[in-house]
Nanobody, 122 residues
Framework: QVQLVESGGGLVQAGGSRRLSCAAS????????MGWFRQEPGKEREFVAA????????QYADSVKGRFTISRDNAKNTVYLQLNNLTPEDTAVYYC???????????????WGQGTQVTVSS
């Protein structure tokens, strides 16, 4: 059973940065795609970014492209999401996801983490 555990959330001021981490266990991490979603209160969960098994292919939502960067370290079974130039509209619970398939500006994962809250103050 694959388990995904996020960390790095917290309170940050607008214009600031934050790095989220997601540690994977229970599977062969280097074999599968990974990604991030987010969910604001009262809204549906939305795709943020995804990365293929090698790190050589990535996809981003238009709303974060140029500000967020997804990366992975297969030796550490960890995927990262670097959040830069944050705005209050980026406030959400950020979920790590794994497995499944990457599509054009979207991702259909098999596994989910529990989420980590990112709050951006103005």
């Amino acid at each position: 059973q694959v388990q995904l555990v996020e960390s790095g959330g917290g309170l940050v001021q607008a214009g600031g940065s934050r790095r989220l981490s997601c540690a994977a266990s229970g599977g062969t991490f280097s074999n599968y795609a990974m990604g991030w979603f987010r969910q604001e209160p009262g809204k549906e969960r939305e795709f943020v970014a995804a990365i293929n098994w090698s790190g050589g292919y990535t996809q981003y939502a238009d709303s974060v492209k140029g500000r967020f960067t997804i990366s992975r370290d297969n030796a550490k079974n960890t995927v990262y999401l670097q959040l830069n130039n944050l705005t209050p509209e980026d406030t959400a619970v950020y979920y790590c996801a794994g497995g499944g398939t990457i599509e054009y500006r979207d991702y259909d994962p098999d596994y989910w983490g529990q989420g980590t809250q990112v709050t951006v103050s103005s």
